[in-house]
């Protein structure tokens, strides 16, 4: 077989800072492999949902597609990639991330099982709190309704605050009417989730970012394919990091901005935690990484190696931020 | 295989099974499951692989029945069912449409107006058009019947009512048009509210000018006295009180759209206990008559949502926008063949899945027609909810199948909805005609 | 067997209408304990999302003794007896394979999310394999009645009786 036309499942809207570089890469691979490689997307889970993307591109029902490590159990060995107050800088987190899953054994080990190969990890900056009111103490978070997923609706309660659960897509009604007080977010994606409608306040909490979400291809598919295309998907994947990193940097200031001015006459106020505030935010998390270890250890994994790995990743990446800049600061 | 043949044979097979009185469910999932296999057995330009054809729809089909159904948001459904199955055994609702008969006696159709404007309160509670039909199925055909109106304008005017509540706020799949357009949520959902009044305002004139010409179709009572008239008022507080804790829940912020219709059955139940009117029968038949009523209903979501995933695969839906959309003609013509579009793809798709597969390529159009994506949303969502009423999949009528049983055909009930489409499609072409009848209110409101 | 699978079917919509009761219990003390109390219904949400899977799956079997499948009669009406009744032997046929292929993906999912220990991320990390499991008894119970009912005119030519009420 010579020519390859891909079915990419999405889950998000065809639009905003992801949507592009996605098309972006899919161009890139077009051009670089000389049209033997074309991607045709599915936008907004209309050819598989959540739930089930890593069993529909394990299938090969799509050959490529986003995957969100929290909404599956089968890809729970990336837990360690979705703590609060680990890491607040895309770029390394979604690099570190990535060389994690790719070296560590016991990631991989669960990957085969289900079919499916990693080209990528994506992260989507910080995570904020979107609020109605402002909220810049611990004092001030506890007792409000808090709409968080996975390990940040942990550090919520351990905030004080009122764990609600309810799907994404409900958040924006739910600010809106006071169903709840606060919800996690990302400056990006309330933006495109169009969330500073109904939350007039962000503080800008830091917490870290999950990143057990990215790019999958169907491993029997692409261990078919020349090592040429091969290389081409991989090499145009890991840009993809880079450029998406670079997108949110460059993104995320100009959206505060606006968000500052005003959109649509919906302004937004940032609040900024003053360092010994922060630090108490903190401190509040800091229960996860031990319970990550533990949990790891629990299932028959070795907790403490992978969460060392992946922190030498991230010193890795932190260091060469230091030293050489990012790959896009020439 | 050619995917677009193997897609329009399996649209053919579908329908002539349903033709041939197969269940609706198992025509959709079937062909879906079947034309799964084949499409990825004998892709085109590859060698056939049977198995791997097996092995997908195999590996789809052990987790899409759980998905389709494990969402949130549907359980306003079964909720709203119950809410309306209590509510009528209990005689709630007898004792309201005996007010509406005596006080709108002189009023031709009054009571189809009446369960008009119930079902627009019921949009402005509930979050889809589905849940707005199984909220006021039950409270209101029934009555109607009993009142010697036309079984398809009984039927009809709520499948129709229906529709109400994706158009007017709160709407789920109004803000899912939002996130994938780029387009304020809070400007979109006001844009819906005076196109949705305008809607009921539409249906209640039809409905009065037909029932006028045509006496038979809503037989009006003699002349009620005053008396008998404030007689009647004893019976309506509890229908009152219902709407009064199902709306005052969401608007003071106590519950969610979804958790609304929770509220709702847990008021009917406590209303009919307190009026001395619950049974041990009353209690435990509605629960019965409801799950199976959610059983038949979602049998079908599940058939409908296999039979879009095999037509997703063979890309029909995407090659038709684009031959609509590719043709060269005036920009009011583009807009009636998109209209056209989504009413083909409406007859067999439910709304959700046809927005996602057609909206990045109607988007762009439309755009570069320089209309307004906020009007187009409300022009969509009009068009979308069509597709709910219309024969073979029209999930609004099988709702009401269900809540009516065996006293009126599912024909009788598509015959009862054509009136109100007709009227539906003018409304429609007033909203097209006129954006500011979208776009006044928003701009009215802005902050 | 007529008598077993009508009972399994009774067992399975009391099991869903209870189901339904907790549904609606549940999602009310939920919102109110959250306003009210600052406390909702842990996991509320995933808890009702399985809910939902069974009020769908348990009743099916139900759903085909009350006749409540909906089908499009209106282009068959025109047939003799005896081809409406060849019709719904074909639909009966129809119906068999797709629910018995449900069935069968149902258990096989049953089996995977055991295997797996397969759960649903939340407060408390609910397993998902009992509600693939009375999903699964739920088509199982759907196929018997449509076995039953394909098999009743064999049963019924051999009784010497008459074709019975299907309810
Ligand atoms: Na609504
Ligand atoms: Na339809």
Redesign the interface.
Known sequence: QDSYHLRFADIGPPRGTRAEVMMWWADEIKSRSDGRVEIEFFWGGALANPASMVDSVGSGLADMGYVVGEYTTLLSRMAFASIPYVENDPWVAMRATFDTVSENEDVQDQLAETGVQFLNTFGPGPTQILSREPITTVEEFAGKKFQGAGAWQDWGKAMGAVPVTLPYHEGYQALERGTTDALQGWITVTRAYKLYEVSPHITLANSGMTTSTGVVINQELFDSMPADLKAILQDTSVELMDRYAQALTAETDTIMEALTQGVDGYKVTFHELPEDELARWKERAAFLVPAYVDAANESGLDGQAIWDAYSANLEKYRQIVATEGYPWTE | MDPMTLGIGGIFVMLA???????????L??VG?GGMVLS?AFPAN?PANLE?GI??A??????????A???????AI??FL?MGFVAFYSGFTKDMYAAGRAWMSGLPGGLAMATIVGCAMFAAVS?SSLATAAAMGKLAVPEMIRNKYDKGLATGVVAMGGTLGALIP?S?LM??Y??????????LLQAGIVPGLLSALMFMLYIGVRAYVQPGWAPRPGRVGWPERMRSLGGVWSVIALFTIVMG???A???????AA??G??GAYGISLLSRRLTPQIA?GS??E???????I???V?GAKIFV?FI??TGVTQILSGFFLGLDVAPFVVLLLIALLYIVLGSFMEPL?I???T??VVIPVIEGLGYNLIWFGIILIKLLEIGMIT??LGLNV?VL??VV??EV???TMFRGVLGFLAVDLVTLLLLLSFPAISLWLPSLL?? | MRKLVNLLDQALVAFAAAALAVMMTMTGLSALGRYFLNRPVPDDVVINQMLMALLVFLPLSHVQKVRQHVSVTLFSDWLPPAGLSRLEVFGRVLSLLFYGLLAATAYAATLKAYKINDIEYGELDLLTWPVHAAMTLGLIGFVLRLLLELARPIFDAGDGQAPSDPA
């Open positions: 099974l349903v033709a041939l009185r197969a269940p609706l469910a198992v025509s999932g079937l499951v990825f590859r791997r092995n997908i195999w590996t789809y089909l052990k987790s899409e029945p759980y998905d159904v494990a969402n949130y948001t549907l359980i079964p909720l119950l979050g709160p789920i803000i899912l939002a996130i994938f357009t780029e387009q304020s949520v809070g400007r829940g969401l608007y912020g106590i519950v969610t759209a979804t958790e929770a509220i059955a847990i435990r629960l019965i409801t799950v199976v009523q959610t059983g038949s979602f049998a079908i599940i995933a997703t695969l899945g927005m996602l597969l909206l990045p024969p073979p099988f199948k269900g049983g065996d055909k599912l024909e802005g902050p």
